[in-house]
T-cell receptor, first 115, second 115 residues
Framework: DAGVIQSPRHEVTEMGQEVTLRCKPI?????LFWYRQTMMRGLELLIY????????DSGMPEDRFSAKMPNASFSTLKIQPSEPRDSAVYFC?????????????FGSGTQLSVL | AQTVTQSQPEMSVQEAETVTLSCTYD???????LFWYKQPPSRQMILVIR??????QNATENRFSVNFQKAAKSFSLKISDSQLGDTAMYFC????????????FGTGTSLTVIP
């Protein structure tokens, strides 16, 4: 199993530009999560999907952030326009809900730097 | 709301010694799961150990074990025979059962193993 796959691993962009982060969950997992990690705030849940449907997006900081999951094997997190304070590591994670063996599997993260 | 508290921002231990990382949580639920994740400098989030709240027996995984005190809402991680590769951030996490897998993370403890 390839695990959760995120791309790109690093992204450097200028303020005002659009940024798109991508995630491929583990095949067969029906829950997908986007987290943001910073030194100041630790790990923050931005949004999570269950069976491709957004369940809780209360962690999305602003309207500049949007996430989609068009099918079970792909999700995107988009920031438009990006700002320097968006600089962080963004993790995607997936799990199997309701299986009794719940575990969260993380991707390697995307290090985003907004200049 | 669920909260997870890790009161030790940083800890250190001599190689081959034992160290215990603390975690407390707050919930009104009776059924839930608890986890410890390790994040080494590579940034990858790795599941160390998992505990189901309905099980009284403490989980163990090789050199890693937990002390789960349900009444006290405490979930500490013990690392025996510490190795240099154990140097990492350690996150405690809580997940309510039957919620679509919503996870809550603590702020982390940075552990350094000293040679």
């Amino acid at each position: 199993d390839a695990g959760v796959i995120q791309s790109p691993r690093h992204e450097v962009t200028e303020m005002g530009q659009e940024v798109t982060l991508r995630c491929k969950p583990i095949s067969g997992h029906n829950s997908l999560f986007w987290y943001r990690q910073t030194m100041m705030r630790g790990l923050e849940l931005l949004i999570y999907f269950n069976n491709n449907v957004p369940i809780d997006d209360s962690g999305m900081p602003e309207d500049r952030f949007s996430a989609k999951m068009p099918n079970a094997s792909f999700s995107t997190l988009k920031i438009q326009p990006s700002e320097p304070r968006d600089s962080a590591v963004y993790f995607c994670a997936s799990s199997i809900g309701g299986s009794g063996t719940e575990k969260l599997f993380f991707g390697s993260g995307t290090q985003l730097s907004v200049l | 709301a669920q909260t997870v508290t890790q009161s030790q921002p940083e800890m250190s231990v001599q190689e081959a010694e034992t160290v215990t990382l603390s975690c407390t949580y707050d919930t009104s639920e009776n059924n839930y799961y608890l986890f410890w994740y390790k994040q080494p400098p590579s940034r990858q989030m790795i599941l160390v150990i998992r505990q189901e709240a309905y099980k009284q027996q403490n989980a163990t995984e090789n050199r890693f074990s937990v002390n789960f005190q349900k009444a006290a809402k405490s979930f500490s991680l013990k690392i025996s025979d510490s190795q240099l590769g154990d140097t990492a951030m350690y996150f405690c996490a809580f997940m309510r059962s039957n919620t679509g897998n919503q996870f809550y993370f603590g702020t982390g403890t940075s552990l350094t193993v000293i040679p």
